[in-house]
């Protein structure tokens, strides 16, 4: 098993530009969450979607963010404009559906690291 | 919302010594998660927590839930080069089949 891909893993754009980091989630997975992680707010959480269905994005900062899931295998989070302040690392995480009482882990992928200059 | 405190935000220790983050959250949580980061990794799932007052170990790890079901602890006894990263516990709110929500991370610096 691949794990949760992401790409690219680095990126650095100018101020303005239009930004789209992509995931590949578990096959089989049903949940995917885009998280942001920085240094002075941690580990947020953006957006999460279940089986493609966006169902929380109120983590999403403002309209510039936008995230879609045309299919069960791809995830994009855009972008538009982007600015200095969006620089973070930005993971993608998937999870099996639930069972019982319990709640599955998330796998996390290796992230991308954003510079926006 | 739901919030979740970890504390410390950042601990040192000596090889050897014993390390301790605490997770607080002001909701009652249904489980609890915990998650290691290695320096410039991603967060890995350690272990999960669902019962009252449960405590499981991992070798030198030792989780706890709280009784409450708001709190959360682990513990590492005589820790090593290795443990090096940043520590996350993330909750489930009770009553809801939603996301997890983390808290803000221990990250801890063990000294050779």
């Known amino acids: 098993d691949a794990g949760v891909i992401q790409s690219p893993r680095h990126e650095v754009t100018e101020m303005g530009q239009e930004v789209t980091l992509r995931c590949k989630p578990i096959s089989g997975h049903n949940s995917l969450f885009w998280y942001r992680q920085t240094m002075m707010r941690g580990l947020e959480l953006l957006i999460y979607f279940n089986n493609n269905v966006p169902i929380d994005d109120s983590g999403m900062p403002e309209d510039r963010f936008s995230a879609k899931m045309p299919n069960a295998s791809f995830s994009t989070l855009k972008i538009q404009p982007s600015e200095p302040r969006d620089s973070a690392v930005y993971f993608c995480a998937s999870r099996a559906g639930t069972s019982g009482s319990s709640y599955n882990e998330q796998f996390f992928g290796p992230g991308t690291r954003l510079t926006v200059l | ?112």
Request: glycine share 10%.
């Open chain 2, 1 to 112: 919302g739901q919030q979740v405190m970890q504390i410390p935000q950042y601990q040192h220790v000596q090889e050897g010594e014993d390390f301790t983050t605490y997770c607080n959250s002001s909701t009652t949580l249904s489980n609890i998660q915990w998650y290691k980061q290695r320096p410039g990794g991603h967060p890995v799932f350690l272990i999960q927590l669902v019962k009252s007052g449960e405590v499981k170990k991992q070798k030198r790890l030792t989780f706890q839930f709280g009784e409450a079901k708001k709190n959360s602890s682990l513990h590492i006894t005589a820790t090593q080069t290795t443990d090096v990263g940043t520590y996350f516990c993330a909750g489930l709110r009770a009553g809801s089949a939603r996301q997890l929500t983390f808290g803000s991370g221990t990250q801890l610096t063990v000294l050779p």
